[in-house]
């Protein structure tokens, strides 16, 4: 099935770093999403962006709507260990149809 | 609890037989969709409706797959004669499409974990 490049893959940080990834695509989406998801659990749902170069806030996380509406980034600052968990973004095209990204695992180390 | 609920979350099945599953979206919501999630991978669209109708199927829905919405509100996920290759994460997920409202956000259920012998 489709889905939309996400970098890194995986990363291991230390306690108190600031995290940041990324989603590209060569797709226009029209509304991009954010997701962590933990094992055995459906993903859940940390931010939305609605406009091309919106950035938005969600405590210590903040994503960004790229200008060409093919991508979006996250940052998540001064990690805590409760942050582990993979990171999921996903793109709305026109259709209403939403696809997903790869994923990055993040790890946070005490 | 007003979320998105799915039953069962895990069923276990032997090659062969079929299974089906359930979920029901956030009462107020119109669109519902169905994706499937491997190990390490992100989840994977399979279809959506928007009230009763099926408006989209994804090439990886084969004819062994069906789903329903029949009056707009609980969707089903049939797999028939399932093969070990279905095991996976069935995840649903529902928003609100509504004329001049912003609603691109997309919420999930925990899932319905299917494991094929």
């Known amino acids: 099935g489709q889905q939309l490049n996400q970098s890194p893959q995986s990363m291991f940080i230390q306690e108190g770093e600031d995290v940041s990834m990324n989603c590209t695509s060569s797709?226009?989406?029209?509304?991009w999403l954010w997701y962590k998801q933990d094992p055995g659990e459906g993903p859940v749902l940390l931010i939305a962006?609605?406009?091309?170069?919106e950035l938005t806030s969600n405590g210590r996380l903040t994503a960004q709507f790229g200008i060409t509406r093919k991508d979006s980034f996250l940052n998540i600052s001064a990690s805590i260990p409760s942050d582990v968990g993979i990171y999921f973004c996903?793109?709305?095209?026109?259709?209403?149809?939403?696809?997903f990204g790869t994923g990055t695992r993040l790890k946070v180390l005490a | 609890d007003t979320g998105v609920s799915q039953d069962p979350r895990h069923k276990i099945t032997k090659r062969g037989q079929n299974v089906t599953f359930r979920c029901d979206p956030i009462?107020?919501?119109?669109?519902l969709y169905w994706y499937r999630q491997t190990l390490g991978q992100g989840p994977e669209f399979l279809t959506y409706?928007?009230?009763?109708?099926?408006?989209?199927k994804s090439r990886l829905l084969s004819d062994r797959f069906s789903a329903e919405r029949p009056k707009g509100s609980f969707s089903t996920l049939e797999i028939q004669r399932t093969e070990q290759g279905d095991s996976a994460m069935y995840l649903c997920a529902s928003s609100l499409a509504a004329i001049n409202r912003v609603t691109g956000e997309l919420f999930f259920g925990e899932g319905s974990r299917l494991t094929v012998l």
């Open positions: 009462s107020e919501h119109n669109r």
């Open positions: 996903a793109g709305q095209l026109r259709t209403y149809k939403y696809i």
């Open positions: 797709s226009i989406f029209n509304t």
């Open positions: 962006l609605y406009k091309a170069g």
């Open positions: 409706f928007q009230n009763e109708a099926q408006l989209e």
